[in-house]
Nanobody, 123 residues
Framework: QVPLVESGGGRVQTGNSLTLSCAASTHTFSSYAMAWFRQPPGEEREFVAAISWSGTNTHYADSVKGRFTISRDNAKNTVSLQMSSLKPEDTAVYFC????????????????WGQGTQVTVSS
């Protein structure tokens, strides 16, 4: 298991920005592709963004493209999600996920998960 700990969630107003961080406790962080998922209230967990091992490749859900940016710092074993122009529909618990493989955007693709951090966007 790869321990993953998310932080940075909170309550913001529509149009504001927020940055989430995920810290991984592993000596092989650069061997993992990383992703962010979210689970809105009463809904299933959905893909948000993913980044490849070195950060060269990224992929975003259409709903966040142009507003969210995923990045990673392999020296610090962290992956971040910069969220801007937030909308009420972005309200969800946000999860960090890791897997050796790149190219999957579904929950079942990822072997390791954090506990999540709540993001609430009020209108």
């Amino acid at each position: 298991q790869v321990p993953l700990v998310e932080s940075g969630g909170g309550r913001v107003q529509t149009g504001n920005s927020l940055t989430l961080s995920c810290a991984a406790s592993t000596h092989t962080f650069s061997s993992y592709a990383m992703a962010w998922f979210r689970q809105p209230p009463g809904e299933e967990r959905e893909f948000v963004a993913a980044i490849s091992w070195s950060g060269t490749n990224t992929h975003y859900a259409d709903s966040v493209k142009g507003r969210f940016t995923i990045s990673r710092d392999n020296a610090k074993n962290t992956v971040s999600l910069q969220m801007s122009s937030l909308k009420p529909e972005d309200t969800a618990v946000y999860f960090c996920a890791a897997d050796f493989r790149w190219g999957g955007y579904e929950v079942h693709h990822y072997a390791h998960w954090g506990q999540g951090t709540q993001v609430t966007v009020s209108s």
